[in-house]
């Protein structure tokens, strides 16, 4: 990769993703992070109901 970014947010959990809205919405370049497979995967693969 050899872009620049102006924010890097690790974890792409509701308030990663949230942080990287806001700093998008003011023109921000944002780079999010997780090490899961896909965001949000403590929620929708590790709980079984
Ligand atoms: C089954 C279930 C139902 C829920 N329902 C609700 C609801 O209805 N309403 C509500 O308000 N809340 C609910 N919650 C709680 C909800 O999970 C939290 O409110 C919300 O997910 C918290 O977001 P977060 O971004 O703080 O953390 P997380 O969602 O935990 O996100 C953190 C992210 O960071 C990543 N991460 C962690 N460490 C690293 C690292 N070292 N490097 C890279 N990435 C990393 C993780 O993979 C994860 O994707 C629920 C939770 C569960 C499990």
Redesign the pocket.
């Known amino acids: 990769m050899n872009q620049k970014v102006d924010v890097v947010i690790?974890?792409?959990?509701?308030?990663?993703l949230m942080c990287a809205a806001e700093a998008g919405k003011r023109g921000r370049r944002v780079l999010v992070?997780?090490?899961?497979k896909k965001?949000?995967?403590?929620?929708s693969d590790l709980?079984r109901w």
Do not use: F
Request: proline content about 6%; glycine content about 24%.
């Open positions: 690790i974890g792409a959990g509701a308030a990663g992070l997780d090490h899961a965001p949000g995967r403590k929620n709980w």
